[in-house]
Every structure is written in C-alpha cells, then in structure tokens.
C-alpha cells in the first residue's frame, strides 16, 4: 500500500491548498506573538490584577510557556477547521475532479485507497500539528524565554516549575493529534458522502460546531450523551498542566491530576477515528463511481 | 478467445434501467465498436467492466475470469479512458505518468513514460502543468496513462472528444496500430459513427440499456441486409399490402415510417411490386451506412 500512500502525499504536497493551513498558523501565531511582545507587561498586569492584593509574583510571568499555552487554548479551537480544508476534501475533491475513476480503476481496491487516503491525511495534520509546536512552543520559547508556568483556571492557579513543563507540551500535542485525527476521520466520513469539494467540508465544520454546542451545554438530557462525544473530549490536553499537590499543598513534580480522564479521551477519540474511517471505507465500497 | 464476456448485465437507478440484460463476448484482437446515443447506458456497461460501478444483475468475464472475484488482477492488465479525460490540474504531464506508473506491478522506467509522452505527442509539453493544457491535450494525455503499463486490454470511452482533426486522425492510427501490429483488443465507444466505421471490426449498437444489434461491421453493413425506408402518402395502407405479400418476413418493427431489410439486388424488384400494387409512394430510399443503420435501430423505436 506504500506506493499509493506515496501518491496521496505527493498530490498534498503539490496541492496549493494545502499550504492556507500552514500559513494560516504561522501568521496567527507571528501577529500574537509580536503583540505580547510589544505590549506583553500591561496584557500580564491585566491577568495578575485580581490576585496581586493577595499573592507576590516573582520571575517572569509573560515567558515562552505561557504564551504557548495561550496560543493552544486560541488556535486548537480553530485548527480543527484547516484540516477540515484538507481530510474533507479527500475523496468528494477526486470524486468532483472526475479523477476518482482513475484511481479506482487501478489494480489496488477502494479499501486500500480510502486508507491510504487516510493515513496521507492523517500525516498532514501530524505535519501541521509539528508546525503549530515549532511555532508556538519552540519559537515562543526563543522569543520569550523560560520560566515557572503560572496557570490562572476559574477558581484556582497552577504553578508548574520550569523543568516540569516541557513534557507536559509533549503530552499535550500527542494529545491534540488524536482530536485533530478524530476531526480528519470525520471530514473523511463526509468526503465518502459527497461529490463536490465544499459541502463536506461546510458540514464537518458544522458538525464540530453542532456537538461542541451539545459538550458545553449543561442540559440533563444532553448530558447523558455527552461523555461519548468527541467534542466533549478534544480539549483535554489541558488537563497535562492540572498537576497533584501534597497534603501541604505543594505541587508533586512529574504529575498529572487526572490521568484516568486523559486516557479515557483517547479511548473515546480512538473509536471515532476508528468508527468514521470504518464507515467511510464500507461507504466508498458500496459506492458507484458516476462522476 | 473472449477477453470479455458480458451475460445478462442489468444496471437499475431507483426505477432507471439504464443497462436491461446485457450480453456480448469480444474476442482477442478485435476493435470493438460501441454504439449508443447519450444516455443508452455505453458509459454505464464501460463503467461496469472496469468495476466503478456495481451492475444489479449479470456477469462479467475479462480474459477467462469472473471480474468480481479478480478484480485487481484483471485490471492489472487493463488500460482506459472513460468519457472526460478528467485529471490533476495541478500536476504536470510528466508527474501524471510517474505517479501512475508506481501503480503498476511491473517496473515503468523514465524512457518508457518519455516515449509514452512522445506517443501522444507531449513530450514538448511534458512539464507543463495540466491546468494550462487544452481539451485534446488532456484527452492524450489520458490515453497515455492508458497505455503506459502495455495493458491487453484498452477501453477508450469517445477517446477523440475534443481532438483536433489531424488529432483524431492520430488516435484513429493509434487504435489500429494497437490492434493490428500489437495484437491488443481495443474496446472503443464514440458518438462519431463514422470514426466507429473507419477503426472497428465488431460492432455492438445499444439503445435504452438493450442490444440493438451486434456482429462484425461487414455483416452490420451487409449488402445483403440493406435497410429500405419507403415514404408513401398513406403508410398504413402500404403497410397492409406489404404484410400481405412476400415481403412480409422483410418488414421492420418500427413505430413510425416503412422499413424493410432486403438484399440489395432486390430493391428494384421491390420497387416493382410498389407500382404494381398501386401503393402512392413518395420515396425509396437504401440506406447501408452505418450511421443510417445506427440511426434506424436507435431513433425510431
């Protein structure tokens, strides 16, 4: 299967669409980036003003890791959307192109190709996601400078110290490809049902849009459903920097909070790869090629 | 030897039937001419040969096996265009070939995809992208992933679409030189009838999903089996006379005008028993081209 894996990822990379993604990402990141550092001080003074009566801040607050942190809390929302471009226009592209026929008439079967197509998807949001860490954490790191991680949540802080942060970025984005994945395999399972290239993706980005509504919303009815929707899970790579404390209330290095909650994400996220990939295969088997 | 045999293909969409029972067998060698109007179900049956399109009923065997059960196998050694010649715009012709050439089992090396590029007549334009190419460059250079991997087998669904004349000329000597001094068997569908008549030894002609009719071009354009429209100023009466006389075997089933099939030699005797008959005919007229047979089995019913 390796040479028409080989095919897909040549034709992504020709692909002048694919770079929107990439580019998209870095000059998102580049215009924050240089915001907080042209007027980084007064955006930590605003953050800190509730809490600077009761608690002294030494170090230096505004350094790489926060910022990373705040550019994933930004972009991983609207990332999701630029592998959509991409996943979602996999198969309804070739098939509006009229080149699925071409390939489908080749000695290799449609399983084959739909998962091939797949795993060439999948390898761009890897890329896009390694694009996203070099830019948020790596050049924010280079940029601002390291330090202790201060983490303001909704009813608590969190102070991580320097060296027990970096992994925590490490999970985080092993974390993200999953969600991105599961949001690949989802534009997959639309692209499978389609023949035109706007459509699928218009309707992943809304099913995104419709079951995070459905996560977020505390109805009793939804919340029965709600444990096993993908949205529900895809923004817990932030649960990489809620860390243990002791009876002193001293953090424990090298913890994570909740670790059970993290692997039950994934097991969730894996099953919808799973189960969308799986739909869109015995779909484009079923399928007749008329375009 | 039968590369294809097609028995009792049928294609339902919802209440469509667009191929209704469908048989034919094309031998080794042969340039086999398909025949219909648009929307007869060519592309339909073309689309199901090459297993893009799941058939409601029948079977299809290419070169001895079931088509369902070898799939990979027999496209392996198959070659085609089917209708657009619809590719990656932002590829070049080059990168077409390269791509494709992967696909295959055998190694394609690059003087292979060059001369395949100089086959059809690319290879000044060969790093072009394709999204500058014009329609008959598309057209070649779909006809050249066609034949890139030398299949037995080669399915060009109106391969001349778009072509130039002395680009039709090309693919017409192309065809034959495939057929005639490589032994492949060419299955070749077209709207121009005459570009049919001029490459194809066996024809079929269908019309609504059903064979019209089928055999190798000579007996299709049989002196034997001439066509006669007779126009008169009351059919239905001639109608009945000729029903009545010796002619009645020659009639043809037709919803509308008089038509007759009869050997050639026979017309003026034809003719004869017309006036003799006091039958008040407008005009006779023997039709023995293709097109007109085409015309006759596929537009009157």
Redesign the interface.
């Known amino acids: 299967m390796w040479p028409i894996i080989q095919i897909e990822l040549f034709k992504i990379y020709k692909r002048p669409r694919t770079y929107i993604a990439f580019g998209a990402i870095a000059a998102l990141i580049l215009v924050i980036q240089m915001g907080l550092k042209i007027d980084g001080e007064a955006y930590a003074a605003f953050l800190m003003k509730d809490i600077n009566d009761t608690l002294t801040v030494d170090g230096k607050v505004l350094n790489g890791y926060l910022i990373c942190y705040i550019l994933l809390q930004l972009l991983l929302v609207h990332v999701p959307l630029l592998v959509a471009l991409i996943a979602a226009d996999m198969l309804s592209g070739e098939a509006n192109l009229g080149t699925l026929r071409l390939l489908f008439t080749t000695p290799y079967s449609r399983t084959q190709w739909v998962l091939a197509k797949f795993v060439a998807a999948s390898i761009y949001t890897i890329l896009l996601l390694i694009w996203l860490a070099f830019l948020a954490l790596f050049m924010s790191m280079w940029i601002f400078g390291t330090d202790d991680l201060f983490l303001m949540k909704s009813n608590y802080v969190v102070l991580i110290q320097e060296q027990d942060v970096f992994w925590r970025y490490l999970g985080a984005f092993v974390f993200a490809s999953f969600s991105l994945l599961t949001v690949a395999a989802l534009g997959f399972l639309m692209s499978s049902l389609a023949n035109n290239s706007i459509g699928p993706i218009v309707a992943t980005i809304s099913a995104i849009v419709f079951f995070t509504i459905l996560s977020t919303l505390n109805i009793p009815l939804f919340n029965v459903v709600k444990p096993y929707l993908f949205t529900t899970h895809m923004n817990n790579w932030k649960e990489f920097f809620d860390i243990q404390v002791n009876d002193s209330n001293d953090a424990i290095t090298g913890s994570i909070l909740n670790v059970a909650k993290i692997k039950n994400s994934i097991i969730i996220l894996t099953i919808h790869i799973g189960l969308f990939v799986g739909a869109s295969v015995w779909i484009m088997k079923k399928k007749d090629i008329l375009s | 030897m039968s590369v294809i045999k097609v028995q009792g293909l049928s294609k339902s969409f919802g209440a469509l039937k667009a191929v209704d029972q469908l048989s034919f067998e094309v031998e080794a060698g042969q340039v086999y001419g398909f025949l219909g109007q648009n929307g007869s179900g060519k592309s339909t049956t073309i689309?199901m040969l090459?297993?893009?399109?799941?058939p409601t009923q029948g079977h299809i065997e290419i070169f001895g096996q079931s088509l369902s059960d070898n799939?990979?196998?027999i496209?392996?050694q198959?070659g085609?265009v089917?209708?657009?010649p619809?590719?990656?715009?932002?590829?070049t012709a080059q990168?077409h070939l390269t791509?494709?050439a992967?696909?295959?089992?055998q190694k394609i090396t690059a003087a292979k995809i060059e001369a395949t590029l100089a086959q059809v007549g690319l290879l000044s334009r060969a790093n072009d992208k394709v999204q500058t190419y014009s329609l008959g460059m598309k057209q070649r250079l779909g006809i050249g992933?066609a034949l890139l991997h030398d299949p037995q087998l080669i399915i060009l669904d109106e391969p001349t679409n778009g072509l130039d004349p002395q680009g039709i000329a090309d693919i017409r000597q192309l065809i034959k030189s495939l057929s005639k001094d490589q032994g492949k068997t060419v299955l070749v569908s077209s709207h121009l009838l005459s570009e049919i008549e001029q490459i194809a030894s066996h024809i079929l002609i269908i019309h609504q999903g059903k064979k019209m009719a089928e055999g190798p071009k000579s007996s299709l354009l049989d002196p034997n089996k001439t066509i006669v429209q007779i126009k008169t100023l009351d059919d239905q009466d001639a109608k009945q006379k000729l029903i009545a006389s010796v002619y009645q075997s020659n009639l043809l089933e037709r919803t509308e005008g008089l038509y007759l099939t009869i050997p050639k030699l026979e017309i003026p005797a034809l003719n004869a028993f017309i006036v003799s008959s006091n039958i008040d005919l407008v005009s006779l007229e023997a039709k023995n081209s293709l097109e007109d047979y085409f015309l006759q089995l596929t537009s009157t019913f």
């Open positions: 689309r090459l297993s893009l399109i799941h799939r990979s196998a496209l392996e198959i085609a089917i209708e657009r619809d590719l990656y715009p932002y590829l990168e791509l494709f992967k696909l295959r089992k992933i």
